[in-house]
């Protein structure tokens, strides 16, 4: 039973809404680094914090205000100059705001949050009391891993003070509550969430505080994805009135109807009626664009995970990082939002971890001693384009053969068949890596083609370009939304099935004497590309009816082909619903075309996979392609 009971809408909006706070709270943090006697960023942070500190009270959750009173009170002495700003210090605030972040998994899950840690408690107060601000003794926290659950609100889990607590069991934390300001002033009134607002000036200490057991490990809650959403009222505004207007010309079709059937089918009345379709036609696809805007969410609420995580990654490995955010307002659909969180991650991580070099290595090639990281997002025409780019060493795409090769991942055959943009798609392979040792942070391969299946699984298309000693720049291709796809309709035996549109590059007209056999297999010169030639019946494992008369030419990853198919329907814009207990092999789900027959929408990236189990070289090569 939720230690919250009655108070579970309430805890649902505290958690959202400082969650989000305490996320800009730690971006503060990492700009408060660069300009530690910024005065209005130090105001910003203390409010933050003495917000959540509020919403806590409101909900009794007495360990969450003790925490965040005595960090509150290190950013007032900061703010007054009564304190300086140290690397040690900052690491425990980063520390306190990772604790924070558990308490917040934990009240997910309807559970009081545990005190916090007696070390991490102690090194607030060492500091207050004017004494050396050091973090407790562990290492600086590091990025949370990729497969941390998406209910979660962080990325950084901060340090594990499972440890240092049993250290200190049977030691009891103070139970009084340090006395909260009666009111909140106008200036925070406007940063404040609504629901803890009120709360500020009405919260009371619990009456008593809860026993300080371990730990228990908030990140092995289930995952749950976040089913609310913000929504822009101006945006329901349009949506009710298209609604309203779409249910005037359907009162508008149900009177042409009647006419019609009582006889008066004269040329006026069919006039109106064609303009009364077509007046619902428009209205329907401005409704359904409105209805797609609300989901459409800023992806800086996505973004500002980041600066923390590559912070507090590049304090634990050495080296000075900048991670330099651009294009946060740019819109995506929620639900991609939330699933490119984990290969954001990791992109980020191996920026920082593999793609920038060592304070020494860049003064000795004549490099800035601090390394940025840019982190973009822009609209291009209907797809996002997200870009990681580093100014680091880049790849050279000679070694990344050579590692291969030594890992066993392809022959010598096959690596020298592979030009400069190939090569850099060999980090992609399953258990490549550059790390000669395994190390907390990377060196087990397990990474990058985690990245690009999530990207693919998104049907989205992701780049590498780099340049050895310059650095390096990942770019994911995505479209704006999941919830409608563009797709062109083919015919095979027959039968209808969908194609995604991103993939289609042209169609052309397949004529036996275009056709030639290379290396036992067919295929077609298209403007003096040698293409191989795929048939969807052969894809399907379906004999085929006729021989195929159209090929469409389709950009698969960095792989170019040509699909045989018998005819074409056209394009169209689909919505995939998902079919009940059976998923076939290439098949991501079904539609209805516009007469009521079912069409299959294919998944090329399965349908394209071999079936026969072949030597893992052959497969890991096939990934490469695809």
């Known amino acids: 039973m939720s230690e919250f009971a009655g108070m579970e809408e309430l805890l649902q909006d505290f958690l959202l809404e400082s969650s989000e706070l305490l996320s800009d709270v730690d971006n503060k943090l990492v700009e408060l680094e660069k300009r530690p006697n910024d005065k209005a960023l130090l105001n910003d942070i203390f409010r933050g914090f003495h917000t959540i500190k509020g919403g806590a009270g409101f909900l009794n959750a007495a360990p969450m205000v003790t925490l965040c009173h005595r960090t509150e009170n290190l950013f007032d002495m900061l703010r007054n100059g009564e304190l300086q700003l140290s690397p040690g210090l900052m690491d425990a605030i980063l520390d306190a705001t990772g604790e924070v972040r558990e308490m917040f998994g934990r009240m997910g899950q309807g559970l009081m949050p545990a005190s916090a840690p007696q070390a991490l408690l102690s090194a607030l107060d060492n500091a207050l009391a004017g004494g050396a601000a050091a973090a407790p003794a562990v290492n600086p ?43 909140v002033q106008p200036a925070e009134t406007a940063a404040q969430p609504a629901v803890v607002a009120a709360a500020a000036a009405a919260v009371q200490p619990a009456a008593t505080q809860r026993p300080s057991p371990a730990k228990q490990a908030v990140a092995s809650a289930p995952a749950q994805a976040e089913n609310t959403i913000r929504i822009d009222t101006h945006r329901l505004d349009q949506v009710l009135n298209l609604s309203g207007e779409i249910g005037l ?57 980041y600066p923390r995580l590559a912070r507090d990654l590049a304090r634990q490995l050495g080296k000075e990082v900048e991670l ?87 022959d010598a055959e096959t690596a020298n068949s592979l030009d400069e943009k190939q090569s850099l798609q060999l980090i992609f392979l399953p258990g490549f890596s550059t790390k000669d040792q395994i190390s907390s942070v990377s060196g087990r391969g397990v990474g990058m083609d985690v990245v690009r299946t999530n990207i693919q699984k998104l049907n989205g298309r992701i780049d590498i370009n780099s340049i050895p000693g310059q650095g390096t720049r ?17 015919r095979v035996c027959n039968q209808p099935f969908a194609v ?43 004999e085929p009816t006729q021989k195929p008369a159209f090929g469409v030419l389709m950009q698969s990853a960095e792989k170019s082909f040509i699909l045989a198919v018998d005819s074409f329907v056209g394009r169209d814009d689909v919505v995939i619903k998902p079919l009940e207990n059976i998923r076939p092999r290439g098949v991501a789900g079904a539609t209805l075309s516009g007469d009521g027959a079912v069409v299959l929408v294919l998944d090329m990236e399965d349908l394209l996979k071999p079936q026969e189990a072949s030597a893992q070289a052959s497969r890991n090569l096939e990934l490469l392609a695809l």
């Open 249 to 305: 010309t359907k009162n508008r079709l149900t009177t042409l109807r009647t006419e019609i059937l009582q006889g008066n089918a004269e040329a006026h009345t069919l006039r109106s009626l064609d303009e009364a379709i077509s007046q619902l036609d428009l209205l329907v696809g401005d409704l359904q664009n409105a209805v797609m805007k609300t989901r459409m969410q800023p992806i800086g609420r996505l973004f500002q995970k």
């Open 500 to 542: 995604p549109l991103a993939m289609v590059r042209e169609i052309i007209p397949i004529e036996q004497a275009s056709m030639q056999e290379v290396s036992g297999k067919p295929t077609i010169v298209v403007r003096d590309e040698i293409l191989p030639l795929k048939t969807l019946s052969g894809l399907l494992g379906w």
């Open 141 to 183: 926290a590091p990025a949370a891993p990729v497969a941390a659950p998406a209910a979660q609100p962080a990325v950084s889990q901060g340090p594990d003070w499972q440890q240092l607590h049993s250290a200190v069991t049977g030691q009891t934390l103070p139970a009084a509550q340090p006395q909260m300001a009666p009111a």
């Open 324 to 410: 330099v955010i651009t294009g946060e307002e740019t819109e995506l659909d929620k639900t991609m939002i939330e699933d490119l969180n984990d290969p954001l991650v990791h992109l980020v991580r191996n920026a920082v971890d593999h793609g920038v070099e060592s304070t020494e290595e860049r003064i000795a090639a004549g490099k800035e001693a601090q390394s940025q990281v840019h982190l973009s997002a822009e609209q291009v025409g209907d797809h996002i384009v997200i870009s990681i780019t580093d100014d680091g060493r880049g790849m050279n795409a000679e070694a990344l053969r050579r590692k291969a090769i030594e890992k066993g991942l392809i």
């Open 474 to 490: 990942i770019s994911i291709s995505l479209p704006l939304t999941l919830a409608i796809l563009p797709v062109l309709v083919v």
